[in-house]
């Protein structure tokens, strides 16, 4: 495949991005046969027919806190995993928001279009995400009576830096809980809050 999907007036029926430094770049094709991949050495497509099920999903991750990713299920297929971020250097990745949202969106229409009958999730699975929310809010709630605590001591420095780090917290755990709520969704009706803005 040598249609780079990232250069201008690409096809937005492709798209490629790199997983890891040193490994091979990930690139995908929608064709009129359904979905080809190559990874290296590694090449397959997948009949649109085939899937069976889609995710998506926002995962932060430590050098990019904008991170979506895409899992697709399919008879006679390894998971495929889509990322919207690339690695470009040992500390910087580049965010693809623009030609991931793109190839998603183009990959549902042909679903869609196809009759494609394939279960269409979004967000966290269920046992990881409502055992999460609780020590989400068990964490917010410790964090807010070491707060009081410390007013009540009078330790205002020590509240002050609770408080900054329950910001955070609240920021960071929150954002991610709140876009990744489980649920199932239809082919023209895509959440925004697991699709990048672009």
Not at 24 to 44: D, H, M, Y
Not at 47 to 62: H, K
Not at 79 to 86: A, E, G, H, M, N
């Amino acid at each position: 495949m040598t249609n780079d999907p990232t250069s201008p007036g690409a096809d937005i029926a492709a798209y490629a991005y790199r997983p890891s430094l040193l490994g091979a770049p990930w690139e995908f094709r929608i064709t009129a046969g359904g979905l080809e991949w190559e990874a290296g050495r590694k090449t397959g497509s997948v009949a649109l027919r085939d899937i069976r099920r889609i995710r998506l999903s926002f995962r932060p991750a430590n050098m990019q806190t904008r991170r979506y990713v895409t899992e697709i299920w399919a008879d006679n297929a390894p998971k495929l995993q889509i990322v919207s971020c690339s690695w470009k250097s040992m500390v910087v990745q580049e965010r693809l928001d623009g030609p991931y949202a793109a190839f998603v969106r183009e990959l549902h229409a042909r679903i869609a279009q196809a009759g494609v009958h394939a279960r269409l999730e979004r967000g966290s699975h269920p046992l990881v995400y409502w055992p999460g929310l609780v020590v989400f809010a068990a964490v917010t709630l410790g964090l807010l009576a070491l707060i009081v605590r410390a007013l009540q001591a009078q330790a205002l420095g020590g509240a002050a830096f609770i408080g900054v780090f329950c910001i955070l917290f609240l920021w960071q755990s929150g954002n991610f809980f709140r876009r990744n709520v489980p649920g199932v969704y239809r082919p023209d009706a895509l959440p925004a809050t697991l699709l990048p803005k672009g």
